[in-house]
């Protein structure tokens, strides 16, 4: 009898934490939009917004899509990023009768599975950036992965 | 010199297993477990979408304290997600060795606790086949198909686990194993979900067994 409650206390003493083990499972990221951001910079490497209204556009062929609707005091915009094109473009309307800015971002797109219980996403590497120049001097490319991390991918540098 | 006293080792080791198998008491070699884990084929009756796997292990018993061991297993997921529809398919081997250390080695009980660790390796391909990606802002569809992706991941597991006898040399047992990922890769398409032999996650993940062992006793008992 010693014997065999002896085996018995041994072999459930481990179930216990199998059952903690049952009831683990997988967390899925909490942001799932995957997005790319742009900052703006003067030409001392600060930080900057425009204090005018800003609009920007995301160009289309059924037509252009707003991502960025008259915001003042605008210091970055998060864009998205075409799933099946290779370059997209980004369209800046100034306040003020200004002339826009074309910004034009080259990219691969990445399907990826995040996992079977969390389903699947179109991240993006960003390959060359360019623009127009009325007000933007330069661009400056951070951080190519565009995932669910939301990081600054583009430096805005103007003038 | 060094392959000398390797040869000189090798030598040793066969004489004391043949010691042993002759009943000599002198020998540190007890014995040999062969054993095979049936928590990889209950799993999938409790949770659903579950992946399998089929392992078979052999550990040496030394001095009844020290037991290295080999473990030998097939790893298989073939499923549909629920939520998403996702199809994830592979199948392939893994290895794992290690030792473990029985806690309890003076103890004449029937059983024994013990702590070991294992180093696991496995190289497969995995297939993934998901509904498409639609994009909602261009309004384009992105197929979602990875065909025999090549991967390949080593780990360690660090194990606590019981064994006791519940007939003459029959033993039942489990261990808990904590892993950990040493090297995953290449990534491409996001990574493999189900690893062969180490689970889902990507981080440190816990694992269980429950094995069903035979012991061949090399050490005669005297009458």
Same mark, same amino acid.
């Given at each position: 009898m010693p014997r065999f409650r002896y085996i018995a206390r041994l072999l459930c003493a481990l179930l216990v934490g199998a059952g903690l083990f049952a009831c683990s499972g997988e967390d899925c990221p909490i942001n799932n939009v995957v997005q790319g951001k742009l900052a703006f910079y003067n030409q001392h490497g600060e930080s900057v917004s425009y204090a005018d209204s800003l609009t920007v556009r995301v160009v289309r062929p059924q037509g252009d899509s707003v991502v960025?609707?008259?915001?003042?005091?605008?210091?970055e915009v998060l864009f998205p990023l075409s799933y099946v094109h290779g370059t997209d473009t980004l369209i800046f309307d100034y306040s003020g009768g200004r002339v826009p800015d074309s910004l034009f971002i080259s990219h691969t797109n990445r399907p990826t599975l995040v996992s079977v219980d969390c389903g699947t996403a179109m991240f993006h590497t960003i390959t060359s950036v360019g623009s127009t120049h009325h007000y933007i001097d330069t661009l400056v490319i951070k951080s190519s992965d565009v995932n669910?991390?939301?990081?600054?991918n583009i430096q805005v540098i103007y003038r | 010199m060094s392959i000398m006293m390797n040869a000189r080792t090798f030598k040793l080791f066969i004489v004391s297993l043949f010691m042993a198998s002759a009943?000599?008491?002198?020998?540190?070699f007890r014995g040999i477990f062969l054993s095979t884990d049936v928590f990889g084929y209950i799993y999938p009756v409790f949770v659903k979408d579950a992946y399998m796997s089929s392992e078979v292990s052999a550990t040496v018993d030394i001095n009844n304290r020290f037991l290295p061991t080999v473990e030998v297993g097939i790893g298989h997921a073939d499923m549909v997600s629920q939520l998403y529809s996702i199809g994830y398919r592979t199948r392939a081997p893994y290895y794992r060795v290690g030792m473990d250390y029985?806690?309890?080695?003076?103890?004449?009980?029937?059983g024994y606790i013990y702590l070991g660790a294992r180093v696991g390796y496995t190289s497969f391909d995995y297939s993934v086949d998901a509904p498409p990606l639609v994009?909602?802002?261009?309004?384009d569809e992105a197929p979602v198909q990875f065909t025999d992706v090549p991967c390949r991941a080593v780990w360690a597991e660090a194990v606590a686990g019981v064994r006791a006898e519940v007939a003459k040399n029959v033993y039942m047992g489990w261990s808990l194993r904590y892993k950990y990922p040493l090297h995953l890769g +290449?990534?491409?398409?996001? !990574? +493999?979900w189900y690893i062969p !032999?180490?689970?889902?996650?990507?981080g440190g993940v816990l694992g269980a067994t429950y094995t069903i062992s035979y012991y061949f006793n090399f050490v005669r008992k005297r009458p």
């Open positions: 960025l609707n008259r915001k003042v005091y605008a210091s669910y991390d939301e990081r600054e | 009943g000599y008491a002198a020998s540190p029985n806690m309890q080695y003076e103890s004449d009980n029937p994009d909602p802002v261009w309004g +290449p990534i491409s398409h996001g !990574g +493999p !032999g180490f689970g889902v996650g990507r």
